[in-house]
Structures are given as C-alpha cells and as structure tokens.
C-alpha cells in the first residue's frame, strides 16, 4: 500500500463514510444493485457480507449500492491521505458557472410554495436550488471529500460511486451532519436535524442570539416536529423501546445552527437491516416535507431532478449492523472531474419567510464552497 505523498494512495476508496461513530472505506465492486429491497433481501439472506453506497431521492429511480471488494472499518472519523492535503492532489481550482435557479426566482418559487401551503393540506414542503461548478484541472472527488472531512469540525464526509444507478464515473461527496439511522446489534440511532439559521462565527454574540433565537422558533419548531413523528410513526412499531426527547436541542456546524433531536431505541427480534430501515424511514420531511406525497409532488414539479441529493449514504452488513447520513451538503462530480453540481434546501411552513429561507440555502452551500477554496 503506497503511502508517498507525491503518488495516490493504492488504498483511494470509491466509497467511503466518515462519522464519529466509526468509518468505512472500500474498494471495488464484486456486484451492484440498483433496486434497494432487492439488496436487503440478499443481506438479510447472508448471500453478501456488506452493501455500501447512495439511494436516490426518487424512490423510483435507480439506487448506487454495491457490494464491494475490499473493505477498511475503522474506529472514529477518517485522516485522509496526505497526497489529499500537501501532495499534488491536493490542487483544486473551482469556479462557479451556474444557478438552477437564479436566486430570484427560487425566491419567486418559494413565495409561491409557501401560499400553496397556506391555502392546501399541505403542512411542510423543502425546497432546494442547486449551483453548478467547473474545474481546470479536473478535480479528484477525493480530493473533495478529503477536504469536507478537515473542514467539518465533526470530521463528517461521505462519497460514493454512482456508476451503479447508470451515472458512470459520477461520485457523490458531501459532509452531512444529519444521522438518518444508525444500526448497532438491536441498539438504533437517529438524529434529525430541521429547522436552521445561518450562524454568525464574526461576531460570538451575535451567532449565540441567533442560536438561541432558532430554538425558541415556533416556526421552526413546528418543522421540526413533522420529521421527529415521521420518524416516531415509523420506528415505533419496530421497537420494545423508542427514546425522544420532547425538545429539541441547538447543533452548531461551521455554517449553521440547527434543531437536532437525539432519538435512540432498542429493536424487536427479528430486527430490520440498516439499509431497511434507512429505506423505510427516507426521504424523511427534514428534505422532502409532509404529506409526503404531497410534498414529493410540489417539489418534482418545480425543481430539476434532485439525483442523489437528499437521499441517503451509507453501508449495512449482513448482520444488519450499519450506518446512514442524509445526503445533504453535497455535491455530485461528473465522470472527467470538469464539472459539478451542489445543492441546498430549506424547509417551508406557513409562517415561512421567503428572504430568510433564500438566505438559508446560500449559507448551506458555504460547506461545499470552502472545501472547493470558493
């Protein structure tokens, strides 16, 4: 295994998922599954030792899971390679080229979502706008997911191979910091996150204010309570045991504070696979909204294809033991490395502002800008 700074490392995953709870990295694909149930069914067979990969916001679409060749488990986050960080891999040169939409109009769209709300059942709806990048030279989506990692002060990232769902070559990056589940023997773990204001790190007394505004929001709160009941409805009926706090707590990331409920619970026999459950419980309203259905219907008629943004990264083993984070944060590298796309949403009620939700989604999109030195 090379370990040079001045030549990629032979270990460069094509998949890989760092979080505090521990990291998984892997190599190769000795099979592929685009349809989810089709891949729980093969773990909870034993037919596969472990899936890894990306599940598409439209639950129709193709999903990216693959059963890799070489794995790597390790305890807490990942240290990436230090071609990533002082060798030659570690040149990016980004610019920005595109918005879909120009910020105007997605705060035209907004404003029009949120009178649909007021005047419809419906309840939350998350919308999201996406900017498009360019790279001369093209960029390792590596080298991105390297840098979201020592950027993230929670050492969070994630990136995996889209080649299985038909995008060939196109890779999936991102630092999220929403838990969608987490799997440890019968013990589960979730960590929604919605409701948000962009912090204010200049100015500490000004960020705390914001912080502090954020959780006594009764808008906020109120979106903040549709994902914690999607998640209770649909756990509840598979645990001897649910623990949810009846306030949420503040999550800060370097962007972004961030209403947060830490949800654990203990599964009945027999217990749901983690590609199962994360199957069951997304696109949750944290970045789709609710009804759901409702909400899934607003948001393909007024955005562009979402691909794999606000759907879940993650890995699960035959055992059933495994991880998933909401692909947020994110961005989406193409084949040659020339060009990607990031997205960011915001989570709309009644009493939505349509400026402060615009303002969100441009704080949001700081955490892929930095890692590409924009």
Request: charged residues 25%; glycine residues 6%.
């Amino acid at each position: 295994m090379s370990s040079r700074p001045d030549s990629a490392p032979d270990s460069a995953p094509d998949f890989a998922l760092s979080r505090p709870s521990g990291s998984v990295r892997t190599q190769g694909a000795a099979s592929t599954f685009t349809d989810v149930w089709s891949a729980v069914q093969a773990l909870d067979k034993g037919a596969v030792d472990m899936i890894v990969g990306a599940l598409p916001f439209d639950r129709d679409a193709p999903a990216a899971l693959t059963v890799p060749e070489r794995i790597v488990r390790e305890p807490g986050c990942l240290q990436p390679h230090e071609y990533y960080r002082t060798g030659p891999g570690a040149v990016v040169n980004a610019r920005l080229v595109g918005y879909d939409p120009e910020p105007r109009e997605h705060l035209r769209r907004v404003e029009a979502a949120i009178d649909t709300i007021r005047e419809s059942l419906l309840d939350k709806v998350v919308l999201a706008r996406a900017v498009d990048f360019e790279f001369d030279p093209p960029v390792d989506p590596r080298l991105v997911a390297a840098r979201l990692i020592d950027l993230s002060h929670t050492r969070d990232g994630f990136m995996a191979d889209l080649s299985p769902a038909g995008l060939k070559g196109h890779t999936i990056v991102g630092s999220s910091p929403e838990l969608l589940i987490r799997r440890e023997g019968r013990n589960i773990y979730s960590y929604p996150l919605a409701g948000s204001a962009p912090r204010n790190p200049e100015d500490p007394d000004a960020d705390a204010a914001a912080g502090q505004e954020l959780a006594a929001s009764e808008k906020n709160l109120e979106e903040h309570s549709y994902v914690v009941e999607h998640i209770r409805e649909i756990l509840e009926p598979l645990c001897t045991e649910l623990n949810i706090p009846s306030r949420p707590q503040l999550e800060a990331t370097n962007e972004m504070w961030h209403l947060a409920t830490p949800i654990s619970g203990v599964l009945k026999d027999p217990a749901p696979s983690a590609l199962e459950l994360a199957a069951k419980l997304y696109p949750t309203p944290a970045v789709c909204g609710t009804p759901q259905h409702a909400a899934e219907a607003l948001i393909t008629t007024a955005e562009s294809d979402r691909s794999f943004y606000a759907g879940a990264v993650g890995w699960s083993t035959s055992d059933g033991d495994g991880e998933y984070v909401v692909a947020i944060r994110c961005a989406q590298v193409n084949e040659d490395g020339t060009a990607a796309r990031a997205w960011a949403g915001g989570g709309l009620v009644a009493s939505s502002n349509a400026e402060e939700e615009l303002a969100e989604t441009t704080a949001k999109l700081l955490t892929i800008q930095r890692a590409l030195g924009l």
